[in-house]
C-alpha cells in the first residue's frame, strides 16, 4: 500500500495548480452547486425531513467529502439512495433515531476506510447491487404520485401496495392545475438539454415552475403550505442525546447507510475515474465519507455519499480537483443564506417531477433487461429477490437476503468446479488435452490393487461432501489408495474434517491412504491442524511417483465405475 493511502486529493492536487484550473473549477462549482440546489430539497422531502437538512447536508458533507476525499471530482451530499431507508428510520425513529444512526454509519465508514478494506466493497454482487438500486427507484416515483397529480390524501400509507390503493381510491381528488404543472415540469426537464447543456435542466425546471405558480396564482402546493418557513441559515453543531437501546435498535439501520455510502461513493469515484483518467482512494475516500456522516447530522443534515450525476456534471463542466466541490459547497451555503427564505415558493409538484426524472435515470431499466435477457437464472433470481424486498420489505432485509443468496450461489458455484474421480474411469477415455495426456501416462503406471483418485480444485466444505460421496462410490476393496491433490490450491476445516474421516475409516478397513504433489499452501494447513498427527515423517511431501513407490509395483489398472 503506497503511503500516499490517507492524504486527500486536495492536498497532491494543489501542487502546481495555476489560475487556468482554478477558472474551470470555478465555473464547474457553481453550476454544481445550482444543480445541486433541488436536488438536495427533493431527497429531504422525499425522505420525511424538512427540506432545509438536504441543504444543510449538501454544504456541510459535501464540503468534507471535497475536502479529505481521495477523488479528484467527487460531489457529495444527499443522493436517492438513501430515501427509502432514511424515510424508514424517521417514520419509526424520528429525527434524533436518524441522527444516531447516521452518526453511528458515519464511525463505521472511518472504520473501514481506516482498516484499508476500501477494496471489499467492490465483492457486492452486481445483481444484489442492481436489485436494490431499481427498487429504490421504484419507491421514489411511488412517492411521488400524491404530489404530481395533487392527489388529496391526508396520510399516505407507507407499504408499496398500500399506497398505491390509496392512489387509486383518491385518484379523483387530484387538482389538474397540479398535473399540468408537473406536465409542464417533465417536459423542461426532459428536452431542455437540448436546447442547453450549461444551464441545468432541474434548476430550469425549478425556476420556471416557480414562476408560473406566482404569476398566475395557481392553486399547488408548495414547500412554505406544506412546511412553513424555511429556516435560511445554518445551525449550530448539536450533539443528541444517546442511549443504549437507541444504540442497538439502530445497529442495522447504521449498518445499511455505512454499507449503501460505501458502494455509492465508490461507484461515483470509479465512474469519475473513467471520464477524467484518473485513480481515485478508496480507503481516503471511505474515512472522508465517514467524517461527513458524522459532521452532516450535527449540523441537522442527512446521510450523505458521493453523487454519480452532480460528479459527473462537474467533470463534464471542467472540474477536475477538489476545489470545485469545496466551491459547490460554498455556493449552496449563499444561496441558502441570501436566498433560502424563498425556496417556500418552490411548488411540489415541481420537486416530485425533478424526482421522478432523477428515479427513471436511478433505476437503469435497460440493465435490468439485459440481465433478465442474458443472464444466469440463478443471478436474475437474486436480482429480482432483492428488488421485490427493497420494494416491498425494507432495504436492509434485501441486502442481507441478497448477499445471502449470492454467498450461497457462489459457494455451489465453487462446489462445482471441484472434481473427485477415479482415475480408472479417465484412463478408458481418450485424452483432450496435454494435462490429461501426461496424467494417463503416470496414473497408467498404478498397481492393479490401487486405486488414485484425481482431486481437482479447491477442497472447501461446498465440496467436502462430493469428496467423501466420490470414495463411497468404490466397489471394490484396493490396498492403498493414493489421492492426487496436485490441483488443489486451498483446503478449508471442513475439508480437512472429511480427508481427516476419510484417513480413519480407510485405515479401519485396512487400506494405506497416501497423498501426494500437495501444494505449499495445502501442506502448510494440514501441518498446523490435528490431521498432522495422522501423517509421519515425509507424508506431506510425497510426488507421485514417490507415493506410487511407497506402494509398490506397476500393473494394469483393474475397471471401476466412474465416479
Known amino acids: 500500500m503506497s503511503t500516499g493511502t490517507f492524504v486527500p486529493k486536495l492536498f497532491t492536487t494543489l501542487r502546481g495548480y495555476d489560475r487556468a484550473q482554478f477558472s474551470a473549477d470555478l465555473v464547474a462549482g457553481l453550476i454544481v452547486g445550482v444543480v445541486a440546489l433541488p436536488l438536495c430539497i427533493a431527497f429531504a422531502i422525499a ?60 464511525f463505521v465508514l472511518v472504520a473501514i476506510g481506516a482498516l484499508k478494506l476500501g477494496g471489499v466493497i467492490k465483492y457486492i454482487p452486481f445483481p444484489v447491487t442492481t436489485g436494490f438500486t431499481a427498487g429504490i427507484a421504484l419507491i421514489i416515483f411511488s412517492q411521488q404520485v400524491k404530489d404530481l397529480l395533487g392527489l388529496q390524501i ?4 407507507a407499504e408499496f401496495f398500500g399506497k398505491w390503493i390509496s392512489y387509486g381510491q383518491h385518484f379523483g381528488t387530484g387538482s389538474i392545475a397540479t398535473a399540468a404543472l408537473s406536465a409542464g415540469t417533465l417536459l423542461i426537464l426532459t428536452q431542455w438539454p437540448r436546447i442547453s447543456t450549461k444551464i441545468p435542466s432541474p434548476f430550469v425546471a425549478l425556476i420556471l415552475g416557480t414562476a408560473v405558480v406566482q404569476l398566475f396564482h395557481l392553486p399547488v402546493e408548495t414547500i412554505g403550505s406544506r412546511f412553513g418557513v424555511i429556516d435560511a441559515s445554518l445551525p449550530s453543531p448539536h450533539w443528541p442525546a444517546v442511549t443504549e437501546r437507541m444504540l442497538v435498535d439502530l445497529a442495522g439501520p447504521a449498518l445499511t447507510i455505512a454499507l449503501l455510502g460505501a458502494i455509492e461513493s465508490l461507484l461515483s469515484a470509479v ?46 463542466n471542467g472540474g ?36 421522478v426524472v432523477v428515479a427513471y435515470h436511478m433505476s437503469e431499466w435497460r440493465t435490468v433487461r439485459a440481465e433478465i435477457r442474458g443472464a444466469p437464472r440463478t443471478d436474475v433470481a437474486v436480482m429480482l429477490t432483492t428488488f421485490g424486498l427493497t420494494v416491498v420489505v425494507d432495504l436492509t432485509v434485501a441486502i442481507a437476503v441478497g448477499m ?29 488435452s496435454a494435462t490429461e495426456a501426461t496424467k494417463r501416462a503416470r496414473h497408467g503406471r498404478v498397481p492393479r490393487d490401487v486405486e488414485v483418485y484425481d482431486v481437482n480444485g479447491p477442497f472447501f466444505f461446498g465440496a467436502a461432501e462430493a469428496f467423501k460421496d466420490a470414495l463411497r462410490q468404490v466397489h471394490w476393496k484396493p490396498r492403498a489408495l493414493i489421492l492426487d491433490m496436485e490441483d488443489v490450491p486451498v483446503i ?50 510425497l510426488t507421485f511417483d514417490a507415493a506410487l513407490g511407497a506402494v509398490g509395483g506397476t ?9
Open 404 to 432: 445471502v443468496l449470492s454467498a450461497f450461489l457462489f459457494m455451489k458455484r465453487m462446489a462445482e468446479t471441484t472434481s473427485v474421480a477415479a482415475i480408472s474411469a479417465g484412463l478408458r477415455d481418450e485424452p483432450e
Open 492 to 541: 478449508d476445516s471442513t475439508g480437512l474434517r472429511a480427508l481427516t474421516e476419510v484417513i480413519r475409516q480407510s485405515r479401519k478397513e485396512g487400506i494405506r491412504v497416501l497423498l501426494c504433489d500437495l501444494t505449499p499452501a495445502v501442506r502448510t494447513t494440514l501441518r498446523s491442524s490435528e490431521a498432522a498427527a495422522l501423517f509421519g515423517p515425509g507424508d506431506l511431501e
Open 154 to 157: 391526508e396520510n399516505v400509507p
Open 47 to 106: 425522505s420525511g425531513v424538512t427540506p432545509e437538512r438536504g441543504l444543510y447536508t449538501g454544504i456541510v458533507a459535501g464540503f468534507v467529502i471535497s475536502a479529505l476525499g481521495g477523488s479528484r471530482v467527487q460531489i457529495g451530499g444527499p443522493t436517492g439512495a438513501f430515501v427509502v431507508i432514511v424515510a424508514g428510520i424517521v417514520g419509526r425513529y424520528g429525527v434524533d433515531g436518524l441522527i444516531v444512526a447516521t452518526l453511528m454509519a458515519g
Open 555 to 563: 500393473g494394469e489398472h483393474p475397471t471401476v465405475p466412474s465416479v
Open 271 to 316: 465512474v469519475a475515474d473513467g471520464m477524467i483518467g484518473g485513480r481515485h482512494r478508496s480507503n481516503m475516500e471511505l474515512v472522508a465519507q465517514g467524517v461527513a456522516n458524522i459532521a452532516s447530522p450535527l449540523f441537522g443534515g442527512i446521510p450523505a455519499t458521493g453523487a454519480i450525476a452532480r460528479t459527473a456534471t462537474n467533470v463534464k
Open 320 to 355: 477536475r480537483t477538489p476545489v470545485a466541490g469545496l466551491i459547490h459547497a460554498a455556493t449552496l451555503l449563499a444561496i441558502t443564506l441570501f436566498a433560502g427564505k424563498y425556496a417556500a415558493l418552490i411548488p411540489m409538484a415541481t420537486l416530485a417531477s425533478i424526482l
